[in-house]
């Protein structure tokens, strides 16, 4: 199992009743995987979810997910936002 540690997008969600369990197909930053969806029952397609061990376990804002994205890309930009400016 992977462990993510960056939000990723929900592309679609399939629930599975003969087992009582909902799925998410979900793209992190290129990568796509399923995750389980139990402890986020409000999410849903186009949401951001934090899924540390292929359970999503918190929905994220956009613009939060984006921001990791983009300091991920540019270090310089994680090194700006968590000194708080100094």
């Known amino acids: 199992m992977t462990t993510h540690l960056i939000a990723g997008r929900i592309l679609s969600i399939t ?5 009582g369990v909902t799925c998410g197909r979900v793209d992190f930053n290129g990568v ?14 186009g949401d951001y979810v934090l899924a540390p ?11 939060e997910a984006r921001r990791a994205f983009d300091m991920l890309r540019d270090p310089e930009l994680a090194d700006d936002g968590l000194a708080g400016g100094d």
Do not use: K, Y
């Open 32 to 45: 796509r995987t399923d995750v389980i969806l139990a402890h986020t029952p409000e999410a849903s397609v």
């Open 53 to 63: 061990f292929g359970v999503a376990m918190v929905v994220v804002e956009e613009d």
């Open 15 to 19: 629930d599975h009743p003969n087992v």
